[in-house]
């Protein structure tokens, strides 16, 4: 558990994170990212029935920071570039990112395969940035309604936007957590990046597919509407997950 209250330049941000195995795996693949010197707060799931996985996800989190301070400098130059030019190096620091896990892979025979999602926040002084591969997702809670800012890379989640399913087949489809797009795949990534408003009061809440597919946006909702400290919400979500079922490994990350 990480807890930490900092005063920025730009402003008073509280945060936490929590990570848990859940009750039915024997082994913890996902990990989380919290830097916030860099504005920075991340997700990543190591992808299940690939091996290795949560090598994959260790190695998000060491390799990432470094990739984004190439990209964008440190956080105080932030200011100095505009929005679109802030979505474009976030694409090039999760492409370079995937690039690097696929190449690691590929030297390494136990590794062969290997791969994670990744769900992120940047922090600017007036904006948030999201970027994502994947199926790990973010929310931002806002005037007590709880809105998800990614969409699921999966071949469910394309189906639908092609108009080959309903809603109705996707909820059993074989197809509903095989993703598309990931850390690590072969083929060359195209991340989703989008720019927010940064509104005070506003709670950001990032998270592996174990919280999501335990509890309905409404459930998450109930937690996040209290005035409780992100450690104690983080701490509220990941038991209600596990009461659930926790049928996969759940990690958490709250910004406020």
């Excluded at 795996?25 to 190591?46: I, M, T």
């Excluded at 896990?101 to 922090?123: E, F, N, Q, W």
């Excluded at 999966?154 to 909820?171: G, P, S, Y």
């Excluded at 989703?192 to 597919?209: A, E, N, Q, T, Y």
Aim: proline share 4%; net charge negative; charged share 20%.
């Amino acid at each position: 558990m990480t807890q930490t209250d900092i005063n920025s330049k730009q402003a008073c941000i509280h945060y936490a994170g929590l990570t848990d195995p859940g009750l039915i795996r024997n082994k913890n693949e996902d990990n989380l990212g919290l830097f916030p010197e860099q504005g920075l707060f991340f997700v990543a799931d190591g992808v299940g029935g690939m091996p290795a996985g949560e090598i994959a996800s260790m190695l998000v989190v060491e390799v990432l920071p470094p990739l984004l301070k190439q990209r964008l400098g440190e956080s105080d130059a932030y200011k100095e570039l505009s929005q679109s030019e802030i979505i474009h190096r976030l694409k090039q620091a999760v492409t370079d990112l995937s690039n690097r896990i696929a190449s690691d892979s590929k030297r390494h025979p136990d590794y062969s395969g290997m791969a994670s999602t990744l769900v992120l926040v940047m922090l600017t002084e007036n904006h948030l940035f999201f970027a994502h591969l994947g199926d790990s997702r973010a929310y931002l809670f806002k005037h007590e309604t709880l809105q998800q800012l990614t969409n699921d890379h999966t071949l469910v989640r394309h189906l639908l936007q092609v108009k080959a399913i309903t809603q109705e087949e996707a909820m059993s489809h074989p197809g509903r957590n095989q993703l598309v797009q990931y850390i690590g795949m072969s083929m060359a990534p195209s991340p989703d990046v989008i720019c927010v408003p940064r509104v005070k009061g506003d709670k950001i809440l990032l998270c592996s597919d174990g919280l999501t597919d335990m509890l309905s946006k409404q459930e998450i909702s109930q937690f996040l509407m209290k005035n409780s400290s992100p450690k104690t919400i983080c701490k509220a979500l990941v038991k209600a997950a596990n009461l659930a079922g926790g049928r996969d490994n759940i990690t958490v990350i709250i910004v406020e």
